[in-house]
């Protein structure tokens, strides 16, 4: 029997070392490995060495190097040498921007342009899977100790990467407040990824079109009723239309913070705090204003048997992604709900920067 980790274990592995401050090996187009650390997770003694190494490099994406006033010269991303006389919450600083008013000096840090980004880029994007900060210090890495998780840049995807395949592992009745008929569904990437869940209210006619919402996790609209968003009440009136009509498909997937997970939305309402607005802290953490991979909705409707669908949604985004993968949007819903003076704001940044409908 062969029990050697695949590509998409190890990718699973890596993301978890990460996590939990461990490096990563990535192995770039000339075979040369590097390790790989995410600067969140760092720790002190691993930073000490890495400092001892002059080939160490730090690296941050474009939009994080735009307030720290760095040269991106890769373009999406920016590499400096790793400071060596920096300590362990400087560096952090560095990548963190809830830090930035406690740091405020920083630089001059001098910028590397070479064309060996690649292993960098890859950790970048494997830090933001694992719902990092996206920012890494990498290092040649001589003789590797056999436990380390071993990828190649390849192996690696910076974008969307391959199509999500999702699994139903199990559902049950679950009687609603808006109707006996409900179910939930559970479904599970092959990936190693969040677990997604499907409610499924009456028994939808697959010919026709299905009344489908696409709810991206929000725990502080859907749990605690934040006043921040209209997440909340939005979840409610989508199950409570299906109610009303006897059938529908809402989609509950976990991507808190549109992809960013929950400590990095709370960062980001750090921000907001000192007066950036919603797309405006994402980037200042480092991330686009949406990471979200809307493929999983359209899988998880496949999987479902249901190919047409009426969306309830305000997100053009949502619409383009559907059609996109094969399911055919014949109507789309507005859904307006929970509007309150707290986040008119928001709302009106969604509006204007994300051009959500009305
Ligand atoms: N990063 C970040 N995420 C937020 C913020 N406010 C809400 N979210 C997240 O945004 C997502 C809400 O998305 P959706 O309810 O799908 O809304 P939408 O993309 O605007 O589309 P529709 O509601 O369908 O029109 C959830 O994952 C929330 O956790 C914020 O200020 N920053
Ligand atoms: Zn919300």
């Not at 590797?144 to 990828?151: F, I």
């Amino acid at each position: 029997m062969d029990f050697a980790p695949n590509v998409t274990t190890r990718l699973a592995r890596a993301r978890t070392d990460l996590r939990v401050g461990q490096p990563v090996a990535v192995v770039d187009e000339a075979g040369k490995p590097s390790l790989v650390f995410a600067v969140e997770t760092l720790a002190g003694d691993h930073l000490a060495d890495l400092q001892d190494q002059p080939e160490a490099q730090l690296a941050l994406t474009a939009h994080r190097a735009e307030t720290l006033k760095l040269r991106a010269y890769d373009g999406d991303m920016a590499r400096v040498r790793l400071p060596r006389d920096l300590g362990l919450e400087q560096v952090m600083a560095l990548a963190d921007p809830s830090l930035d008013l406690r740091h405020p000096m920083k630089g001059p840090f001098p910028s590397i342009r070479d064309d060996a980004a690649s292993v960098a880029r890859a950790g970048i994007a494997l830090a933001k899977s694992a719902h990092l900060l996206p920012a890494v210090v990498a290092v040649p890495a001589g003789t590797l100790d056999a436990s380390v998780t071993r990828l190649h840049v390849s192996d690696i995807p910076t974008g969307l990467g391959d199509a999500p395949h999702l699994l139903q592992v199990a559902g049950a009745r679950v009687p609603l407040a808006v109707s006996d008929a409900g179910r939930c569904l559970v479904f599970r990437p092959e990936t190693g990824g969040e677990e997604h869940y499907a409610v499924e209210i009456g028994r939808p006619e697959r010919a026709a079109p299905v009344l489908v919402r696409l709810h991206s996790a929000c725990f502080t609209g859907d749990v605690i009723g934040s006043q921040k968003c209209d997440c909340g009440p939005q979840l409610h009136a989508a199950l409570h239309q299906m109610g009303e009509e006897g059938t529908g498909v809402l989609l509950y997937l976990n991507q808190e913070g549109r992809g960013i997970g929950l400590a990095n939305k709370m960062r980001a309402y750090a921000l907001q705090d000192q007066g950036f607005d919603t797309v405006e802290a994402n980037h200042r953490l480092g991330f686009e204003d949406d990471e979200r991979d809307f493929r999983i909705g359209a899988a998880i409707l496949k999987e479902m048997g249901i190919r047409t669908v009426r969306l309830l949604t305000n997100n053009p985004a949502k619409i383009a992604m559907m059609e996109g993968q094969g399911i055919t949007v014949a109507e789309r819903v507005p859904l307006h709900a929970g509007e309150t003076p707290q986040n008119r704001d928001y709302l009106a940044t969604k509006a204007a920067k994300s051009g959500h409908l009305r």
